[in-house]
């Protein structure tokens, strides 16, 4: 037994068996040994006398160093040391004189039974005065386990002694940021230079200020003659003007505009525009543009008033047949199919994985914590006073053990067991699930845990004695003082204390052999479940674990004690549960549509009074603007239904709310211009209709083409839930804008023939009073243009205005790098979902991480060969750097590396497996035909196997023959008392193998380790990222160097395909916002008529939004991941409705100064947008919805994308424009000319005609 252990490590073997040899063998042993007491003759002892026990004399220093020798040696089919299972009953307690003891035990010891004939008491003698008479120590000459026994042998390897481990290279050195004080460098000076700036800007406004005041009352009067000189010149009047000081608002009233003073007014900008000999041909390009724009969208608005039934109908028709693709939509609910990408390197090596060694096991899972119950404590045997967690009392033992019956004994709805579906590692000789649960120790039997074992001693050997005994050693076949039950499972193989139990670790502990396992507070229950590719085994699998959550609820509810806390899953929990999300929150996402509808149905309408109430109402408006919403969406759907893109079920319930709250300010703009520019005494209603959308048709463009863009490039994410809501969303925004634009159009072209024929919304035969009542500009807009506008631009203001801006900024700026990137998995799941339960139980009480499996490809690497297997394995003569001692290596900084443990090593104990073999005991066996026999079998009717070896570098190898002959028997082999070294339960799946004429060919194998505990996102993807460089390091070592050989080795666990993304996510956030950023500005660009300093001032506001959604989402911890990406490239999008309307306005205003400029954008634009605001305020009602995503990444991050960008558009922005506005180059430019009008055609062609032959004069 002693050489199948630790035979791997020449050195210690023999510095180990030197103690029994010497005692049986050496002729002088007498001076060491003394015989204690005999057995007399008997018909037991078949009439001889026998040894009861001996006192052997051992040096200290032997004993010492024949530990220090094995203690390091690896047990790789258990990941634990190979002295923990001699070392009984202490195991990872082990220590130079307990091993020397378990050593001394004999199988009759009362106390812990070994595998001594007799008892052999060792004596560690110190110092030499303490010698007995006549009694010389024995104490041989021990050879360091870094040194080979004899020049025909190894050293033992670095994984079996850490004195053969090279002196590993420095660890990168964790980067210290640059500090200036203690804080960030770079944070101090982007602060320092705000101070700097915001201190000299305040002062030289204010000192301007100050000056301009103390001129101005030097010229008394001046004001109002300056006033009246520019009316009476009918320049630059208007009732936007202010006076000279820039800060009370005229008296004027807005009127209708007659068209004797249009066509002064048009003479006059088009004189201007003749004789403004600056004029860049940019601009004089851009004119054209954007008069041919209007006049398109004029032309088009005209067209839609005029046939608005046939532009409904058509509008209609064609969204409800692209709406039939609905019929061959497909829904994916499969989290992997959602969050990882097909051809990212995650998916791709899972999928290679899942091909080559079966996918990763189903797992069902229940943590049970104690609830109110303290930690006990008693006398053990030793007379120690230990203490045990909570969850050792038995009668919460027995309470877990009864729900374990349960789950074993349920069944699914069609008929599925356990037993059918669930993971058997050491069939066929143990037909049993391979179930986890720390009553596995008493083999799931309620009757062992009451055995009570009345030592000699006097000491009762009971129920936390076993467990205690099981803890550290969980391979031990046989407690003796426990009526001979042993530890293992009833599966037959072992119960790892970390797997089972848990909340025994302090804070950033990691796992390891000598953790105090008796503090646990949670038992962990798990079963593996096989996990299929196929679908016809999964729908069992589901069927039983569909049961599995049904008793699980039930016993939570009803059955479980009160001293008891529960967290439990299956492995279809997640799906589920996603898939209870999407329609847990319908109503409140309804409640949202419906509070939306009804602002937008009142605010639409222009009460004048209550009698006129129902003529005045837009109630029709409204319900067709949500209509409209619904084509979009549902059109959207339907096209991509056709195209075979995917959808998911999130795509259903927010993008429709998207589409409503992003198009609504279109809507706004359209219907509140009409109502603040009657129509003229010339103008039909169409040609009325047609001049509006020509005023606004180009501004709804603009946002509409920067939102689209914005949401196609979203679609650049690999991720398959983005890339579908990017591609769903883009298309419905570009649908909506076009359905906006016609049936929108002719549906408000409609109502308002019914409001001029004074018939009733909704009831449109019944007629409204005749009572004729002014109509006014809302009490918004007076609002704006009375106390909003000169309030925010009034010269005290402003200074404050760009210093509060400029600070926010600034703090935003701060936080950004300190954003948490990932989604922790609890909040993809409802808040009232048992996985919160089952996530807090994980993160607090699991011991140990999920499996890592560092996977060899198949590349022709020939794993049969010795100078290969040279580079694989960890036992005596394998290279210093091999696979195996790169993982053990990496093991030993767990801090550093997320592996929490050596790896399993199917390679080394195929070498003890063949080389462990005596005539009757042994590893290896062959029946009379040479067929395979189990090592725990009966050997008596087989012989032992022949293995040939050819000898490397003083270490024997396999040869080809013994390798092709023997391999498949070890992996067929189950690990019993006489061999613990069948390979099995360990690796029958762990080699991928084929015969290829008559020779074992190993196409790809893993080596199986664990991560450590991680608790958060970032612990998961850092850990990803740690093993990967394991694994590149691993790849160049088996290039021989060359990390771009063909051989590769990579690593997989279960979460990877879910963190990946988050390795990259700041370049993919940086990217994004980059390329839909310069979409956006493209955009501006072309539709504010190539006006480059307007497109600048947008892009820079936006800028200033993002930034500061970023730092608003550090304050409300909203973590950066993709859902965010996809919402921060949205926000770009969306900024552009707070920015582009007011721009466009201040552009095209005739008003003389950039102060008068922008408080008539302000008034005439910011009402608008602010109702548009006010609609999307509704987003309010997802606060309350059940699921977590909605919570955060909707509601948090939609409000502040409302709120961050109306503070900018609507106070930022007109204050900057008012500082830093583009110039008006010619006021003809963006002047909207009916084309069909009968008092403006002349100028129209002579306008036409000037920009067309400046514009040819440029391009020339």
């Known amino acids: 037994m002693a050489e199948a252990l630790v035979g791997r490590c020449p050195t210690c073997f023999r510095n180990m068996r030197l103690n029994w040899c010497y005692m049986t063998c050496d002729p002088e042993h007498s001076t060491y040994l003394v015989q204690g007491e005999l057995v007399p003759p008997s018909e037991e002892t078949n009439n001889k006398t026998l040894v009861k026990n001996i006192d052997y004399y051992v040096s200290d220093e032997y004993v010492v160093g024949m530990y220090e020798s094995c203690k390091d040696v690896i047990n790789p089919s258990t990941n634990s040391k190979a002295v923990y299972m001699m070392c009984t009953p202490w195991a990872s307690l082990c220590n130079p004189y307990r091993l020397m003891n378990a050593f001394g035990m004999s199988v009759d010891n009362p106390v812990t039974p070994g595998f001594a004939p007799f008892d052999i008491r060792y004596h560690y003698i110190t110092v030499a005065v303490d010698v007995p008479k006549n009694i010389t120590l024995f104490n041989p000459k021990l050879i360091p386990c870094s040194q080979a026994v004899s020049e025909s042998s190894s050293a033992c390897s670095c994984v079996d002694c850490e004195l053969s481990c090279p002196v590993p290279p420095p660890l990168p050195s964790v980067s210290i940021p640059w500090t200036i004080g203690g804080y960030s460098a770079v944070n101090f000076l982007v602060v320092l230079i705000s101070i700097c700036f915001c201190t000299a800007f305040t002062v030289v406004s204010y000192y301007l200020l100050c000056t301009r005041n103390k ?76 008069r041919r724009l209007q006049s398109a969208f004029g032309k088009w608005g005209q067209v839609c008033a005029r046939h608005a039934l046939l532009v409904l109908f058509t509008g209609v028709l064609l969204s409800l047949a692209l709406s039939c693709g609905v019929a061959h939509l497909k829904v994916i609910v499969d989290p992997v199919e959602l969050w990882a990408s097909p051809q990212s390197r995650s998916r791709l090596e899972k999928d290679y994985f899942d091909k080559n060694f079966s996918p990763f096991f189903r797992t069902e899972q229940v943590i049970i914590s104690a609830k109110d119950l303290k930690p006990f404590n008693r006398t053990t045997v030793d007379g120690e006073v230990k203490w045990y967690g909570p969850v050792f009392r038995k009668e919460f033992l027995l309470e877990v053990l009864h729900l374990q019956k349960k789950i074993e004994q349920s069944t699914g709805n069609n008929g599925t067991r356990i037993e059918d579906i669930c993971f058997k590692p050491m069939a066929p000789d143990f037909d049993i699930c391979a179930v986890q649960s720390a009553l596995g120790w008493f083999q799931g039997n309620e009757e062992f845990l009451d055995i009570k074992n009345n030592l000699t001693t006097g000491y009762v050997y009971d129920y936390l004695d076993h ?168 059109t959207s759907i339907g096209f991509y239904g056709f195209i075979g893109v995917p959808s998911t079920l999130i795509i259903m319930e927010v993008i429709p709310f998207l589409v409503l709250a992003v198009g609504v300010d279109n809507i706004f703009i359209l219907v509140q211009t009409h109502q603040r520019e009657p129509r003229r005494s010339t103008e039909t209603h169409e040609q009325h209709i047609g001049r509006i959308l020509g005023e606004v048709g180009p501004t709804m463009l603009l946002s509409s ?80 243009d009375l106390i909003y506008a000169p309030l925010v631009l009034n010269k005290w203001i402003r200074p404050l205005v760009i210093v509060g801006f400029i600070a926010w900024l600034t703090t935003s700026i701060c936080v950004v790098s300190q954003i948490d990137v990932g989604l922790d998995q609890e909040i993809s799941m409802p808040l009232d979902s048992y996985m919160q339960d089952y996530f807090k139980a994980l993160s607090t009480y699991l011991a140990v991480g999920a499996p890592v499996y560092f996977v060899v490809k198949d590349s022709g690497l020939n794993m049969t060969a010795v100078d290969v297997q040279r580079r694989i394995c960890g036992s005596a003569g394998c290279d210093i750097d091999s696979v195996v001692t790169q993982l053990y290596l990496s093991a030993k900084i767990a801090n550093r590396t997320y592996i929490a443990a050596p790896s399993g090593s199917w390679l080394d104990d195929f070498y003890d497996w063949l080389s462990f073999s005596d005539e009757y005991t042994g590893c290896c066996f062959v029946d009379s035909e040479g067929n395979f026999c189990p090592s725990s079998g009966d050997q008596y009717s087989c012989f032992k196997c022949e293995p040939t070896f050819t000898t490397i570098d003083n270490k024997q190898w396999p040869t080809q023959e013994t390798f092709d002959k023997y391999f498949e028997f070890y992996l067929n082999d189950n690990p019993g008392m006489t061999c613990p070294k069948g390979g099995h339960p360990s690796y029958g799946t762990a080699v991928q193998r084929e015969m290829y004429e008559n020779q074992t060919v190993i196409r790809s194998s893993y080596f199986q380790t664990y991560h450590s505990v991680m608790r958060t996102s970032a612990d998961y993807y850092n850990g990803m990222a740690a093993a990967r460089i394991v694994a590149e390091n691993i790849t160049t070592m088996l290039n021989g160097g060359d990390p771009n050989g063909p051989h590769e080795v990579f690593p997989y666990s279960v979460f990877y395909v879910f963190y990946e993304q988050y390795l990259t996510m700041w370049e993919d956030v940086i990217t994004s916002l980059l390329l839909s950023g310069s979409a956006v500005f493209i955009a501006v660009l072309l539709l504010l008529g190539l006006d480059l300093y307007s497109s600048m001032v947008t892009m820079l506001v936006i800028s200033m939004i993002i930034i500061n959604l970023l730092g608003a989402m550090y304050w409300w911890d909203i973590s950066l991941n993709a859902v965010s990406l996809v919402n921060l490239v949205m926000a770009v999008g969306i900024s552009v409705e707070f920015c582009a309307h007011i721009v466009r306005a201040f552009a095209v205003s005739t008003e003389d100064t950039r102060m008068t400029r922008a408080k008539e954008s302000l008034v005439k634009m910011g009402s608008s947008v602010l109702c548009g605001v006010l609609s999307d305020l509704s987003i309010v009602v997802l606060a309350f919805a059940k699921s977590q995503i909605f919570q955060i990444f909707y509601f948090r991050m939609f409000l502040l994308i409302v709120l961050i960008g109306a503070a900018h558009g609507l106070i930022f922005l007109p204050v900057l424009l008012s500082y830093l506005g583009p110039k008006k180059v010619a006021t003809s430019r963006h002047t909207y000319i009916n084309p069909t009008s009968s008092s403006s055609v002349g100028m129209s062609k002579i306008s036409t005609a000037t920009s067309l032959s400046r514009s040819t004069q440029c391009l020339a």
Not at 246 to 254: D, F, T, V
Not at 259 to 270: D, S, Y
Not at 730 to 741: D, E, H, P, Y
Request: proline share 3%; aromatic share 12%.
């Open 705 to 784: 083409i920067s939102q689209t863009c914005c949401f196609f490039l979203g679609a650049l994410s690999d991720m398959p839930a983005v890339r579908a809501f990017a591609l769903y969303a883009g298309f419905a925004m570009f649908f909506n804008f076009c359905l906006q634009i016609t049936c929108f159009v002719a549906i408000f072209s409609l109502d308002i023939k019914r409001e001029e024929g004074n018939r009733w919304d909704i009831l449109c035969c019944v007629r409204g009073s005749k009572k004729d009542y002014p109509k006014d500009e809302g009490t918004l807009y007076k609002v704006f």
């Open 215 to 290: 001129d101005v009352s030097r010229r008394s009067g001046t004001p109002l003659r300056d006033s009246v000189g520019r009316r009476l010149a009918g320049v630059g009047t208007s009732h936007f003007g202010l006076t000279d000081d820039e800060s009370k608002p005229l008296n004027g009233q807005a009127g209708v505009i007659e068209p004797r003073e249009m066509i002064n007014h048009v003479l006059a900008a088009q004189l201007n525009f003749n004789n403004d000999d600056e004029m860049h041909c940019r601009d004089k390009l851009g004119s054209v543009f954007e």
């Open 467 to 634: 467990i205690e005994y099981c803890a550290s050693n969980p391979t031990s076949p046989s407690d003796g003082n426990y009526e001979s039950v042993g530890c293992m499972a009833e599966y037959g193989g072992p119960v790892f204390p970390y797997v089972v139990l848990g909340g025994f670790l302090e804070k950033d502990e990691i796992t390891s052999d000598g953790a105090n396992f008796l503090n646990a507070t949670a038992l962990v229950l798990t079963v593996p479940v096989n996990n299929y590719q196929n679908d016809e085994h999964l729908s069992r699998s589901k069927d039983w674990e569909e049961k599995f959550l049904e008793l699980m609820a039930n016993w939570t509810a009803n059955d479980k004690p009160e001293y008891m806390q529960v967290g439990y899953a299956a492995e279809r929990s997640i799906e589920d549960e996603l898939d209870r999300q999407s329609q847990s929150d319908i109503f409140t996402i309804l409640v949202s549509y419906f509070i939306m509808f009804a602002y937008i149905a009142f605010a639409l309408g222009q009460f004048r009074s209550v009698t006129t109430a129902m003529v005045d109402s837009k109630l029709t408006l409204g319900i067709g603007g949500i209509l409209i919403v619904v084509l979009s969406v549902i």
